[in-house]
């Protein structure tokens, strides 16, 4: 890694800290000698053996650590009429990741994601052998906004703009090696595009360094059965996809 890269990477870190903690940043320098020690005359060989000050910037938070902070998160609206915060289920060392829209009622009451009707039809899609064939725990499930629109309404810019950040997070942290988003918009928010299911499913698109693939949100699957057998195709794509990780 060159220093540019280094201060890229420092740079990133310190907006997103920010955006998660706001202007305080803890640092540590370790290694300082202490002021009594200052007070001796050093030799140059003491010199040239001290450690350099490091300055450590505070590591990203554990998930835990991530959950407790949104659970208190005040950041918009939505905090006012959620019942709690939904972080996300799952294996924490998912290699695949699926991310929706929002928690509903059933979500909001429970605490977990996907687990009203829709859920139920997502977990069928997750299991089924004909379709991804893993169990449930073994991936990683969230949403866009960690707290219920009121009434199911979609995501506004400002509660997506505050809330993404923690996602984002939630990524670094379980680094999953795909993502996929259920739901156009979810994928449209996520990707900062405008285009419609047709033209993103059965493709792989970037989101922050990690592939990422669209599918129907399983709630219009439920509306919709039409849907349902390009929606298995989509689960045979993150299927092959898992495999040829192992390869
Ligand atoms: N719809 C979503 O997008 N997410 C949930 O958690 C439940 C329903």
Redesign the pocket.
Known sequence: MNVNEIFADLKKYIERHRELYGDELIVEYASLPKSSELTMTLKPQEISAMKQPVIKIDALPTLEELKATVSGCKKCELCKTRTQT?FGSGNPKADLMFV?????A??DEQG?????R??QLLTKMIEEERSLGIPRETVY?A??LKCRPPG?RKPNTDEIEQCEPYLITQIELIKPKIICA??L??ANTLLRNTLSMTAMRGKTFDYHGVPLVVTY???ALLRNPNWKKPAWEDMLLLKKMLEDLKK
């Open positions: 939904v929706g829209e929002a928690p509903g059933d979500e977990l994601p996907f687990v009203g829709a859920g499930i949403n866009i199911n259920l739901g918009t979810a949100h399983p709630a």
